[in-house]
């Protein structure tokens, strides 16, 4: 009687089996994964099942996703966090240092190497800060137990265990950020699995690692997603009329033409010779000076196809052009310098 009694509790979920450690143990979408990996013989039955067990809830990462800097910030609160000397003088270093890896990666996607850089900058400092949380113990922790995405993260959980077991890498060592990207570029186990490349040549794809692979997955990255080389990001615009508020949208994608930005009230201040046909979006963000109003291009929507955030996208856009700037003025001041020209009045 006692065990029929116990067995109907443990059954009603009344008891949790002490058998696993893993939090995760009990959960009826984790054995539907492990049953689909064993089922496509990616693993061997109970592989999973033993890893799971050292797989536990992190409950600090549902707190992060709950609140992150994209949606709770205003942009002249977001611009000072990524707009600042270390990673503009970092930038010049890891530029200096991978100068031929960053102009191959450029000729052969079209990406600029100071969007490469800015993209290094924004996401670990050039591989100097690639996040603390354990993947999968994020990505389970968000595949589970976070609805509102569930089902984009146990996706990036089934493709991480793929990647993993495919790579010989070890699930349980592969630390990252809280929603369980990954390495110098921060790519997320699916972006990895599809987009990322061996840069250096030497027949294994690692951007935890390799500053290298990561300069080329994150130029084909952007090539992946739609990037065209020589074409503008975003420009500021100028207020023409008191329409301009119907000329601005949230969306990440282009919805209008310059044309009808141009109906609406909004003009570009420079690229006069653009077509008015050009998809277009008009941009509102919240500066130190009250509305920023821009227009942003294709290249700005690609942008947000690594974080979809019309602010991180402006971010990477302008320390891009911090890094150019910087890059430039420090090589005039270098050749004068050799030259024997001062640069002073």
């Given at each position: 009687m ?11 979920g ?9 939090d ?6 984790l054995s ?6 064993e ?7 109970g ?8 797989v ?11 609140r992150?800097?994209?949606k709770?910030k ?44 800015a993209?290094?900058g924004?996401?670990t400092k050039?591989?100097y ?5 354990p ?15 569930a ?25 990252g ?10 790519f ?19 951007l935890?690692?390799n ?11 952007f090539?992946?997603n ?10 500021r615009a ?5 329409n ?5 949208s ?10 009808q ?28 000076n009250?509305g ?19 602010l991180y996208?402006?971010?990477?856009l ?5 890094l ?5 003025e ?15 009045p």
């Open positions: 006692a065990t029929w009694w116990h067995g109907a509790l443990a059954a009603f009344f008891l949790t089996s002490t058998s696993q450690a893993g995760f143990s009990q959960y009826e979408e539907a994964l492990i049953e689909q990996l089922a496509d013989k990616i693993y061997a039955p592989e999973l099942s033993k890893l799971f067990e050292q536990n809830r992190q409950p600090k990462v549902l707190e992060s996703i709950a992150p800097a994209e709770s205003e942009w002249r609160d977001y611009r000072p966090i990524f707009m600042t000397e270390s990673r503009l003088s970092d930038g010049l270093v890891f530029w200096d240092t991978y100068h031929k890896e960053l102009a191959r990666a450029e000729s052969a996607t079209g990406v600029p190497a100071s969007m490469i850089l993209i290094l924004i996401e050039y591989g800060n690639k996040g603390s949380y993947v999968i113990e994020s990505l389970a922790t968000l595949g589970f137990d976070y609805p509102p995405r089902p984009f993260f146990r996706k990036e959980l089934k493709e991480f265990l793929i990647l993993t077991k495919q790579n010989g890498m070890d699930p349980l060592s592969i630390q950020s809280y929603a369980g990207a990954m390495g110098f570029p921060q997320m186990p699916s972006s990895w699995r599809n987009l990322a490349v061996d840069f250096d040549g030497d027949s294994r794809i690692d935890i690692n500053p290298v692979d990561a300069i080329g997955s994150i130029a084909n990255y090539k992946g739609g990037w065209r080389p020589g074409e503008p990001v975003a420009a100028r207020l023409t009329s008191q301009y508020d119907t000329a601005t949230t969306e990440l994608k282009a919805v209008s033409t310059l044309a930005l141009a109906n609406q009230g909004l003009l570009p201040r420079d690229l006069a010779n653009l077509p008015g046909n050009t998809p277009a979006s008009g941009i509102r963000l919240q500066g130190t009250g920023e109003f821009w227009i942003g291009f294709n290249n700005f929507y690609v942008i947000t196809r690594y974080n979809r955030s019309i996208a402006m971010a990477a302008q320390l891009s052009q911090a150019d700037a910087a890059k430039q420090r090589d005039q001041v270098a050749a004068s310098a050799t030259s024997g020209v001062s640069l002073l």
